[in-house]
């Protein structure tokens, strides 16, 4: 499976962006899929994540109520929707998806098996 993530740009503080990712390869919707985020000297970290199509999504507090992750089976891509962005989202944004992650493994991303390139996100205030 190859990821390739895009839409990222630079937006005013609290502005929107659409984030996607399109699998080719295979078809992922009983995959995991996750996106992640690595700001400049920090860790990558969890943002969101969908362990498969219809099922519980998973948000890291610092995005709970202003980011949404979503699939669209038909057209092999996940998203990611962040609205109310803040200067503290500014960093690379990473989607990643897995055939076979367990629940609990969900928000880490050393088992996650495909990664996109990354796409940058720059919220100026």
């Known amino acids: 499976v190859q990821l390739q993530a895009s839409g990222g740009g630079l937006v005013q503080d609290g502005g929107s962006l659409r984030l996607s990712c399109v699998a080719s390869?295979?078809?992922?919707?009983?995959?995991?899929v996750a996106w992640f985020r690595q700001a400049p000297g920090k860790e990558r970290e969890f943002v969101a994540a969908?362990?498969?199509?219809?099922?519980?999504?998973y948000y890291a507090d610092s995005v709970k109520g202003r980011f949404t992750i979503s699939r669209d089976n038909a057209k092999n891509t996940v998203y990611l929707q962040m609205n109310s962005l803040k200067s503290e989202d500014t960093a690379v944004y990473y989607c990643a998806a897995d055939p076979n992650l367990i629940l609990s493994s969900i928000r880490q991303s050393k088992y996650y098996k495909f990664w996109g390139q990354g796409t940058q996100v720059t919220v100026s205030s």
């Open positions: 969908n362990r498969r199509s219809g099922s519980t999504e």
């Open positions: 390869g295979r078809t992922f919707s009983t995959y995991a």
